[in-house]
């Protein structure tokens, strides 16, 4: 919290949802080498979350 308020921000990778959604304010998602989501504390859902970590792969697929 002393970092949030200091307006220090923390970058974390995993692939651990419920990980991230313990221990982050906000989640910004990437698949397939873009970002495809981004979503605060008060806003977020797993299942939203899972759909913005497949839609790039899906987007690759229909345009092939």
């Known amino acids: 919290d002393a ?3 200091s307006g220090k ?11 991230l959604m313990e221990i982050c304010d906000s989640i910004g998602v990437m698949s397939a080498g873009r970002i495809t989501g981004q979503f ?3 806003s977020w859902a797993a299942d939203a979350m899972m ?3 497949f839609a790039g792969y ?3 697929e229909s345009a092939a």
């Open 3 to 5: 970092l949030a308020e």
């Open 9 to 19: 921000t923390i970058v974390i990778v995993s692939s651990d949802l419920d990980e």
């Open 40 to 42: 605060d504390r008060s």
């Open 51 to 53: 759909q913005a970590a």
């Open 58 to 60: 899906q987007q690759s």
